[in-house]
């Protein structure tokens, strides 16, 4: 079975469909603060005509609860992915998929990411082209099914999924021209070498 891929951080139609195009799985769109950010009404226009297939998901950043709902009522995603300790707050909908995140930092709580279903694990900061530990992210990966974030691009999302054996793989900055701006060759170019393994 292939690898999980998700674009993270589409802000135009062009993006969308290159992603779509190339054969991404997953679309996040960003409400947190970030060059990256848009409004759930615009999400919800990016999304029209969306195959039903590709995984609509909300990316949010300690949202407070009348955010969330504001998102959750307007764009309707398939997928929440926020910090694992937001979803204490937050009144989700049972048919939305919880996306927790999880930092590589020191003090990370394994066995709390071991039990969950699915899991994002990425590098300390978002979005900022860092790395996260593969070495960590492999033995998460051996015990639940793990999205893979943190400083991937086309030219080393192949080694992270051959070392790591992740469920999934999550970029944003990797397919950038400049921050906040995705390449739509590098779109492709991603989903090809993720796919490819």
Request: glycine share 8%; with cysteine; hydrophobic share 45%.
């Amino acid at each position: 079975m292939s690898v999980f891929v998700k674009i993270c951080g589409c802000r135009t139609r062009e993006q969308v469909e290159a992603a779509v195009e190339a054969g991404a799985d997953g679309l996040g769109f960003v409400f947190a603060p970030s060059p990256r950010q848009v409004t759930a009404e615009r999400a919800r226009e990016l999304c029209d005509g969306l195959p039903a297939h590709v995984q609509r998901i909300a990316v949010m950043h300690h949202p407070e609860a009348a955010e969330w709902q504001a998102v959750q009522s307007v764009f309707r995603p398939d997928w929440l992915q926020t910090d694992a300790d937001d979803f204490v707050g937050l009144s989700v909908d049972p048919a939305i998929r919880d996306l927790p995140v999880y930092r590589d930092m020191d003090g990370l709580d394994e066995e709390a990411v071991a039990v969950q279903p699915l899991a994002l694990f990425e590098a300390g900061a978002s979005g900022q082209g860092q790395l996260a530990d593969w070495e960590r992210a492999a033995r998460l990966a051996a015990r639940t099914d793990l999205i893979l974030a943190g400083g991937l691009n086309p030219d080393n999302v192949a080694a992270a999924i051959s070392q790591v054996q992740p469920w999934g793989v999550d970029v944003s900055s990797g397919v950038e021209r400049q921050r906040g701006v995705k390449d739509l060759a590098l779109i492709k170019a991603f989903v090809a070498a993720a796919k490819a393994e």
